[in-house]
């Protein structure tokens, strides 16, 4: 018989007290231990935001402003070329139109 009988008489009086017991802590420790890591990830949100960005720039760097320009002009000629396949049967002048305009730079 230990000291606690004094502190808990009713685990004392009932056995299965201690079961219970044991069973509702095995319940409630990883729900406490999940609001605990929540809670982490919260507070330090934006500094886990930023090693990640920094992370992705490290494997893939962003491209410069030139090489971003270039490609936006790249995409409108390739959609102005596929619009002239698009009309070539039916509005042979207007796909030649559209082919002169993605031509020009």
Same mark, same amino acid.
């Given at each position: 018989?230990?000291?606690?009988?004094?502190?808990? $008489?009713?685990?004392? &009086?009932? $056995?299965?007290?201690? *079961?219970?017991?044991?069973?509702?802590?095995?319940?409630?420790? @990883? &729900? !406490?231990?999940?609001?605990?890591?929540?809670?982490?990830? /919260?507070?330090?949100? $934006?500094?886990?935001?930023?090693?990640?960005?920094?992370?992705?720039?490290?494997?893939? @760097?962003?491209?410069?402003?030139?090489?971003?320009?270039?490609?936006?002009?790249?995409?409108?000629?390739? /959609?102005? +070329?596929?619009? *002239?396949?698009?009309?070539? !049967?039916?509005? $042979?002048?207007? &796909?030649?139109? !559209?082919?002169?305009?993605?031509?020009? +730079?």
């Amino acid at each position: 018989m230990s000291f606690l009988t004094v502190a808990f $008489p009713a685990e004392a &009086a009932f $056995p299965f007290t201690q *079961a219970v017991i044991g069973l509702i802590g095995a319940y409630v420790r @990883p &729900a !406490l231990g999940l609001g605990a890591l929540m809670t982490f990830l /919260m507070v330090f949100k $934006p500094l886990i935001l930023g090693v990640a960005q920094a992370a992705v720039l490290l494997v893939k @760097p962003r491209k410069s402003l030139e090489q971003r320009l270039q490609a936006h002009k790249f995409n409108g000629k390739r /959609m102005l +070329d596929s619009l *002239a396949n698009e009309y070539s !049967l039916t509005q $042979p002048n207007f &796909a030649a139109e !559209l082919r002169s305009m993605a031509g020009r +730079d």
